[in-house]
Structures are given as C-alpha cells and as structure tokens.
C-alpha cells in the first residue's frame, strides 16, 4: 500500500510570543531574539507595544481629566488694576489654587518659554502621570504699557501667558465676583468647605498676623469662616503668610 502522505508538504512550525503590557522594550526584545526571530520582526512588535502603551496613557489622560473638570474650583481675583480700574487673578494665585488639585489626578504642568525679537511664545504642557501629555500655546509683543523697563516687559508678558495658556489647557477661569454671593456661601452647590483643622490653622494664623476676622472675611468675600471653600483654603494662607512676612520684616526694621 502506497503512503498517501507520501507528497503532502511539510508543515511548518511557528512560534508565538504574548507581549504583556507591564514588559519593558529589551524584554521584550530578549524573549524574541531567543525564539529567533529576525529583526524586523521584532522592530513590528516593539512598534505595537508603543501604540498600545501610548493609547492606554492617552485615554488615562482624559478618563482622569474628566474627573478633574468634576471639581468645583473656585480662582479668586486677587490683584487690583489700576490702569482698568478692575480686578484679576494673579499668576501665583491661579497656580497655586490648582495645583493641588490637579495633582490629585495625577498631572502636573510646565512651560516652554521661547522669544523671538520682541515677540514671546508661551507654551502651557499638561502631562499625565501615565505619560501622556497635552499643550496650548499663545503669541503675543512685549507689554510696553505703563513705564516698564525692557525686562518687566518681557517679565509681563511672559506671566500673562503663563496665565493664559493654564487656563486655556484646563478649561478653567477666574470667577467675575471674587466668590460674593450675597452671604449665602451654603447656597452655592457642590461645594466642599474647609475641615475643623483647616479652620482651626486659619483662625490662629489670623489672630498671629493682628488681622481681625471682618477684614480676612471681607478679602475672601465670605460671610464667616465655615463658609471658606476647600479650593481657596491655600489662597486665604498664602494671603495670610504673606501678612506675616511683612510683619517680620517691620519688626527686624525696628531693632535695628
């Protein structure tokens, strides 16, 4: 009896690799050299780790930044201009209301700073702890209002689009009122107040600087000390910090 297999091509074997996603490039790399695959093998697997790895940071940047946009933050405007007769929220202040926050999230800032002549390029880059990063990024001259010198021009301008481009990459913005609702702080919704420790740090920091609690309500434009927001906590000490330094400073003045 002839062998019917006798003509039949031979099978080839191959072999498979599962890529998981927590192995790094040169594992990856190791296990395929030692199942003898050819470079532009390995060249396509590595590709495919970095597109995978890459869209799972992407849709944690937006998952964790759709919770970020959840909270309710409050920026108050901080700084009178006189030139305009109105009020804005300084850069320090806006920073540092934020930051916080968004690091609860797990992102962070920076800003790439480039001038060209007498034109300045700010860039606001808002990475994930995931890897993922997103920008905004705004022109504008130097600011020759007033009579600033040739660095508070650039100084200004720089700091305004810090300002801007933070605010422009977060969606968030300073409140027109500085936070005055009439006394009616409970009224606001989805609100979080300051704990009885925060409070507690607040009531002794005011008392220390000889601020009385109208005049610190009155900066905050709230009705009373239980009705602080949580998100203003570290404005209301950095304004009281602030009182502080002055004081030491007067009274080093003084002995001397």
């Not at 006189?82 to 992102?107: C, D, E, R, W």
Request: proline fraction near 3%; charged fraction near 30%.
């Amino acid at each position: 009896m002839k062998n019917k297999n006798k003509n039949l091509p031979a099978v080839k074997q191959t072999q498979e690799v599962t890529i998981q996603p927590e192995q790094s490039p040169m594992a990856i790399m190791e296990m395929a050299m030692n199942k003898n695959f050819d470079i532009d093998r390995i060249e396509k697997m590595l590709e495919i780790q970095e597109k995978w790895e890459s869209n799972e940071a992407r849709k944690a940047y937006h998952q964790d930044m759709s919770e970020f946009k959840t909270e309710h933050i409050i920026i108050l405007k901080d700084k009178e201009n006189k030139q305009y007769n109105s009020m804005y929220a300084t850069h320090g202040n806006i920073v540092n209301t934020v930051s916080p926050i968004l690091s609860k999230y797990g992102f962070s800032h920076k800003f790439d700073i480039e001038q060209e002549k007498e034109l300045v390029k700010v860039t606001c880059v808002i990475t994930h702890c995931k890897g993922h990063s997103e920008s905004s990024f705004m022109f504008a001259p130097l600011d020759k209002s007033g009579s600033k010198n040739a660095i508070q021009q650039i100084k200004s301008t720089r700091t305004y689009l810090k300002s801007a481009t933070f605010e422009d990459a977060l969606g968030i913005a300073p409140v027109d009122d500085n936070f005055d609702d009439d006394g009616n702080g409970h009224n606001q919704p989805n609100i979080e107040y300051i704990d009885d420790k925060q409070k507690s740090t607040i009531l002794d920091m005011v008392a220390s600087t000889n601020t009385t609690e109208e005049e610190f309500l009155n900066y905050l434009k709230v009705d009373s000390i239980d009705n602080i927001p949580a998100s203003i906590y570290n404005v209301a000490i950095a304004a009281l910090n602030t009182k502080a330094e002055v004081l030491r400073k007067e009274s080093e003045n003084d002995s001397n």
